[in-house]
């Protein structure tokens, strides 16, 4: 048998020579990871993605649960390799448990210092970018979750002007609800004549597919969970290029 000949290789930057993202994603959330991929460019652009354990049913208790397996789970993103941000994908998660302790075990998980993000601190950064301040807020949760997302947004000084929810048990349920409900009742929400744009709850719902149909129809801007972490996560990594298709905010 002949030995092994060794020959030589061109080497680049790898799949992610742009933008290395890492996702944290909940077990179960079937939504969140092929959004992600719809908002973000493929070239250049790599998403890796970990599962945190999550109960189907979304309450104030459950999502808070999750704060145990937060720093396991990003242990788990491409440990050996260099990674641009992370980002947690769960909106009332974040705001429950808190971004800076989220962003704290982030870090404690990893090799390297990280930038962190989640869909609550992307949607204020994405609302302020788009120059909304007098908000309509749509989601699927339950009263009790739908009021900490709110009464976040509220925080951080923004008029909530209209509110409604699908109000669905869990990401099973959440991912079931069409494209164009959410489409339907976020032009009916953003029709009043004081609200500057929408905001479009939970990394569960399915919105890259309408979300230029609800700018164009509604005539403002409209923004949601995963399309303003995609955006955010990109703007960390250094990638500012505009990109069509995505929303309003994407071209900013």
Known sequence: MSEWKTVGC?????????????????????????????FLPTEGVGLYVSRVPMSDVATVES?????????????????????????YGC???????????IARMVNAARREPVAYTDPILAGVA?????????IALLTPYADAVGDVVANHFTANGFDIVAKASFKKLGDPDIARVAP???YR?????GNDGQVDGVFISCTALRVSGV?????RDLGKPAASSNQALAWQCLRLAGYNDALAGRGRLFRL
């Open 10 to 38: 061109e080497v680049d930057g790898g799949p992610a020579h742009r933008a290395a993202i890492g996702l944290i994603a909940l077990a179960s959330d079937t939504v969140s990871e092929p959004e992600a991929r719809a």
């Open 63 to 87: 999502l808070g649960q999750m704060q145990g397996n937060l720093q396991t789970a990003a242990a788990l993103l491409v440990p050996d390799d260099h990674l641009d941000v992370v980002a």
């Open 91 to 101: 909106t009332a998660g974040a705001t429950l448990i808190g971004s800076d302790a």
């Open 126 to 134: 994405a609302l302020r970018a788009l120059d909304c301040r007098r």
């Open 180 to 182: 164009q409900s959410i």
């Open 185 to 189: 009742e976020a032009l009916a929400l």
């Open 211 to 215: 979300i230029e149909a609800i700018e």
